[in-house]
């Protein structure tokens, strides 16, 4: 069961720091009737997150391996999805509008990005000193930065690029 291996203390410091994070919003908006719900929003999503990670938790890593790339495909799919059918917002359209909650794919694509990465890294430990390793990787990493640089969205194309470009240096690539 997965609750051996659970790291309690790094649940602790989760859930204080999202306490304090609820906290602080609710003392920020004391008194300000048109927000006094957001409190209460912020505490559902800090709920939301732990079942993730609970979830998460149980999940074997050696399933999210098998998955690495349909997932990475499937996230840049949506990412370029936002093109056409994505809320615009300050000029650009990087979010999807699902109620009151705005989701931005570019996020989950970043994990995609990291799951495939390490995937495609660990599959050629042998040999990363080859020409095509950084040619595949680069494959693999520059399709998410540009479909995120088209929304236009500068910060998390750079952001993935340099997660990239970290994964990289520390898998020893040269």
């Known amino acids: 069961m997965f609750l051996r291996r659970f ?7 989760v859930l204080a720091l999202g306490a304090f994070g609820v906290i602080m919003v609710a003392s920020a908006l004391a008194g300000n009737k048109l927000y006094a719900l957001w409190p209460y929003r912020q505490a559902g999503f800090l709920l939301l997150g732990l079942l993730l990670l609970f979830g ?45 909650f705005l989701l ?12 495939a990465l390490a995937h495609f890294l660990a599959s050629r430990e042998e040999k990363l000193g080859s020409f095509w390793t950084p040619i595949g990787a680069l494959a693999l ?9 088209l929304q236009p ?5 750079v952001t993935v690029l340099a997660i990239g470009v970290i994964m990289l240096i520390v898998s020893g690539l040269r």
């Open 56 to 100: 998460a938790a149980a999940l074997d890593y050696r399933l999210l391996e098998s998955l690495a790339y349909p997932i990475y495909g499937f996230f840049l799919a949506f990412v370029a999805v936002i093109a056409v059918i994505g809320t615009v917002a300050g000029g650009a359209q990087r979010w999807l509008k699902l109620g009151e």
């Open 104 to 115: 931005q794919p570019s996020e989950f694509a970043k994990i995609a990005l990291i799951l």
């Open 7 to 13: 790291d309690f203390t790094l649940l602790g410091l």
């Open 153 to 157: 969205n500068l910060g998390t194309a």
């Open 141 to 149: 990493i520059l399709p998410a930065v540009v479909l995120i640089y």
